[in-house]
């Protein structure tokens, strides 16, 4: 979840459209059997007919972290909906060097077409520019590469849109509350999509005049740190109405340390959609009470358009023969409304 350029959302919702479902040809809406199954195989498959053999190659990083293991059983799952699909899928590495490696491995066995979240976008951007100009068509996926060149495709989500979706739900609950005061718990601070979730957050806030920002901590998009940095945010607001937290994996850590403390007098909204996340706004027996998606089903539609690309497919309900060159997912907004919705796109 490393850098990837600010893309704008759309305004405050909660309904979503998975770009795998947009693909091309008939559909099925049977939905999996298996309730183990990652995100994207409760999405339609692009196309069930059968057509042309597509070997595709999935690069991604170490899966150290909830959201990038959903990363990769979302792609995982979704090419084995596909009798037409092989998928050649490498280890995953945080190291640059050994994910450039593992990429170029997949160039000299002359895949059809790539799938890669780099570890690093920037560093990995001469490896994308290798496949295309070996004729293997790139999709790059969340991390973006440092110019288009190195890919046909990107798609990812949108961090804009987490922190601008967060802070209108805010918005909209504390709408009648004179003086309202809300804190933020982000992510790491050197990581550009931190920055771009703030700054969606506070554009928004600036549409509530009667809500200030009063506090705001950093952590690391850990358990731990989660539980350590809303312990000092706790200690040092003694009251407020509600917190966003930019990530559902620091926000058990976090939760924790609310419960520790015995405070439940404000709302917290959370991101990215941890299915620990989901079940605590179903129960509905505490302060979270929403969270705002980053969708890991992202891995799930790269499938998917990399399938379309190696078999020279366009999006079905677009008049262009192509597939699109950017597709940024929207960040939904999950309350209660709607988390039966959503819970099967919950990540471990």
């Given at each position: 979840m490393t850098e990837i350029t600010s893309r704008r959302g759309l305004l405050f919702g909660a309904a979503a459209v998975s770009a795998g479902a947009l693909l091309t040809g008939c559909t099925s809406n049977e939905p999996s059997d298996s309730k183990d199954e990652p995100a994207g195989n409760d999405r339609p498959a692009a196309d069930d007919k059968p057509g042309k053999q597509v070997t595709i190659g999935f690069a991604g990083p170490q899966?150290?972290?909830g959201w990038l293991n959903a990363i990769?059983?979302?792609?995982?799952?979704?090419?084995?909906?596909?009798?037409?699909?092989?998928?050649?899928?490498?280890?995953?590495s945080n190291d640059t060097a050994q994910q450039i490696g593992?990429?170029?491995?997949?160039?000299?066995?002359?895949?059809?077409?790539?799938?890669?979240?780099?570890?690093?976008?920037?560093?990995?951007?001469?490896?994308?520019?290798?496949a295309m100009r070996a004729g293997i068509p790139v999709v790059n996926?969340?991390?973006?590469?440092?110019?288009?060149?190195?890919?046909?495709?990107?798609?990812?989500?949108?961090?804009?849109?987490?922190?601008?979706?967060?802070g209108h739900y805010i918005g909209e609950k504390l709408k009648g509350k004179s003086g309202a005061r809300v804190i933020e718990l982000a992510g790491l601070d050197n990581l550009e999509l931190t920055?771009?979730?703030?700054?969606?957050?506070?554009?928004?806030?600036?549409?509530?005049?009667?809500?200030?920002?009063?506090?705001?901590?950093?952590?690391?998009?850990?358990?731990?740190?989660g539980q350590a940095k809303m312990a000092q945010l706790l200690q040092a607001q003694s009251k407020f109405d509600a917190l966003w937290n930019h990530d559902d994996d620091q926000g058990v850590g976090a939760l924790r340390a609310i419960e520790q403390a015995?405070?439940?007098?404000?709302?917290?909204?959370?991101?990215?959609?941890?299915?620990?996340?989901?079940?605590?706004?179903?129960?509905?027996?505490?302060?979270l009470k929403a969270t705002v998606l980053y969708p890991p089903t992202m891995a799930a539609s790269a499938i998917d358009l990399a399938r379309a690309l190696g078999?020279?497919?366009?999006?079905?309900?677009?008049?262009?023969?192509?597939?699109?060159?950017?597709?940024?997912?929207?960040?939904?907004?999950?309350?209660k409304t709607n988390v039966d919705q959503y819970m099967s796109t919950g990540f471990k």
């Open positions: 899966a150290d972290h990769n059983d979302n792609a995982k799952s979704r090419a084995e909906k596909y009798s037409d699909v092989t998928l050649e899928i490498t280890e995953g593992q990429i170029e491995t997949l160039i000299n066995k002359k895949v059809d077409v790539l799938v890669v979240l780099p570890a690093d976008g920037k560093a990995l951007t001469q490896v994308g520019l290798k996926l969340d991390r973006i590469f440092n110019t288009p060149q190195a890919y046909r495709c990107w798609i990812g989500g949108d961090n804009y849109g987490m922190g601008l979706n967060a920055k771009q979730r703030t700054q969606g957050f506070d554009d928004a806030l600036k549409n509530y005049p009667n809500i200030k920002k009063v506090a705001r901590q950093a952590a690391e998009f850990t358990v731990e740190s015995g405070r439940d007098d404000f709302l917290m909204v959370g991101g990215a959609g941890a299915l620990s996340a989901f079940q605590a706004i179903k129960q509905d027996d505490g302060v078999q020279s497919k366009g999006i079905g309900g677009l008049a262009e023969f192509e597939i699109p060159s950017s597709l940024t997912l929207y960040s939904a907004v999950v309350d």
